[in-house]
């Protein structure tokens, strides 16, 4: 241990000298975790401590930690072709096209990229230019929703409804508009969830209407919001949305990038709700977040509208490592293994009960809802359960605190406005086993007792 702490304090020295971290400064009090190893869904420190990750990283190790499988597929696929770029092809990237297109419900053509920020730049700038190669050129307009985070370069920024994370970095991109997701646990009092829902995919309607409807590019969403505060709407809000971008022309992009890959109990959260997207972003669980990749999968027809006849009509995007070999054979092996290891129905059953067992914090005075579906939860804190005042950043700070001394790392929604930053969220591998769900259901009643 002596050996640790000292090996542990010269590695957090350079840290402080050298690494500028995302999101937060350095902080000499809670010094960030320096992360040594990783197995199932457990990391361990450099002190050796063990933690369970709930929070998969960032939403992303989806099979969990230490598989060699797919240490040994990128192994061997660097050996033996470590690039080529996708104005070329490879195996490795055929097959992952195909087999993801194989999963999806209708016909769609992939193009690779990085990141999830990417990927979702790559949606945007594919429907602009579909619309004006189809006679429609003034639809340049993408809608998205308050509160929910699509990235972090500048459109996919501009997209994000979280003010807190814009507002330094305005002007954005230009073109992005936001309407209120349904936010089912604050709808209005004795307003049915069904028809709350309804009106907020009007407003949907009312913005394409108001803004001009010719000038409406794509809606971009994500099937339930997930670093916003996981909002799961009610499917007559996804069908309702899906109906008014047909009515109009306008695409409906949907953003996969944590849903997919088994994160909601279905393979891609789209599913849960039966709708044939235009578009879908895929990133994070692609890959479990072994190697960097990302997709932005578009149906044929769309595609079928950049065939170069001209010489002016192809999508003018490269990225240089999108689609990389050894990434694409690491994703190929990864949809393996949650597909022999069933790790979606997984995520579905075990998600219910983990839900299920969490609902005994409800009857904390400062717990106001605990909400999920598969193998992510949300549990909003409030400081008064009639008027739901949003709990103080310091208890959530408290309890994420207390959770890690207790072994369990747990998240919270991001920063969206001031005051509303109230969302505890669990996100753990879909690889939990019994125990490890019956640690995190422990802990987390352990601990908000603690701080009842
Ligand atoms: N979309 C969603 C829904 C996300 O949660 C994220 C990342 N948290 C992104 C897009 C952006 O992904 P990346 O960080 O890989 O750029």
Redesign the pocket.
């Given at each position: 241990m002596e050996r640790n702490d000292n090996f542990t304090n010269t590695l957090q020295q350079k840290d402080r000298a050298n690494v500028w971290h995302h999101i937060s400064m350095y902080n000499e009090k809670a010094p960030p975790m320096i992360v040594e190893h990783g197995e199932g869904a457990w990391i361990t420190d450099s002190v050796g401590n063990r933690f369970l990750d709930g929070m998969s990283g960032?939403?992303a190790v989806n099979v969990g930690y230490g598989r060699e499988r797919l240490a040994q597929v990128a192994y061997e696929q660097m050996k033996k072709l470590c690039y080529a770029p996708m104005t070329q092809s490879h195996q490795p990237a055929i097959q992952l096209a195909e087999k993801v297109n194989s999963l999806l419900e209708d016909d769609y053509m992939i193009f690779y990229s990085?990141?999830?920020?990417?990927?979702?730049e790559v949606a945007f700038k594919m429907a602009r230019q579909y619309h004006d190669q189809n006679g429609e050129g003034a639809r340049y307009k993408i809608i998205s929703r308050y509160r929910?985070?699509?990235?972090?370069?500048l459109g996919?920024l501009a997209a994000t409804g979280q003010a807190l994370r814009k507002y330094k970095y305005e002007p954005l991109a230009p073109g992005f508009l936001h309407v209120a997701p349904p936010d089912n646990y604050r709808r209005p009092k004795g307003q049915s969830i069904e028809l709350y829902n309804l009106e907020r995919a009007r407003e949907i309607e009312e913005k394409i209407i108001w803004e001009q409807k010719e000038t409406i590019a794509a809606v971009i969403m994500?099937p339930i919001i997930?670093?916003g505060g996981v909002l799961i709407p009610h499917p007559s809000y996804v069908k309702e949305v899906e109906r008014i971008c047909q009515k109009y022309g306008v695409l409906l992009i949907i953003?996969e990038?944590?849903?997919g890959f088994g994160r909601t109990g279905q393979l891609f959260g789209h599913q849960h709700f039966a709708i044939k997207p235009d578009i879908i972003?895929m990133?994070?669980g692609l890959t479990s977040a072994y190697l960097?990749l990302?997709i932005t999968a578009v149906r044929k027809d769309i595609y079928e509208k950049f065939k170069d006849t001209d010489g002016y009509s192809h999508f003018r995007h490269v990225n240089t490592f999108g689609g990389n070999p050894a990434a694409c054979a690491v994703a190929l092996e990864n949809i393996k293994i949650l597909e022999e290891e069933k790790l979606v129905q997984r995520s579905k059953d075990l998600g219910e009960q983990l839900l299920h067992d969490l609902q005994d914090l409800l009857e904390l005075p400062f717990v106001g809802d605990v909400r999920g579906l598969g193998f992510l939860v949300g549990i909003e804190l409030v400081e008064d359960k009639l008027t739901l005042e949003p709990a103080k950043p310091e208890r959530l700070a408290k309890i994420i605190a207390d959770c890690k001394a207790n072994g369990l790392v747990i998240g919270k929604n991001g920063d969206t406005v001031e005051g509303y930053n109230n969302i505890l969220t669990l996100s753990p591998p879909l690889c939990c086993t019994d125990e490890d769900l019956e640690f995190i259901s422990a802990v987390l009643k352990k601990v908000f007792a603690a701080n009842a």
């Open positions: 960032l939403w990085n990141s999830g920020s990417d990927a979702n929910a985070y699509h990235g972090s370069s996919a994500e997930t670093g953003d990038v944590i849903c972003t990133a994070k960097p990302s």
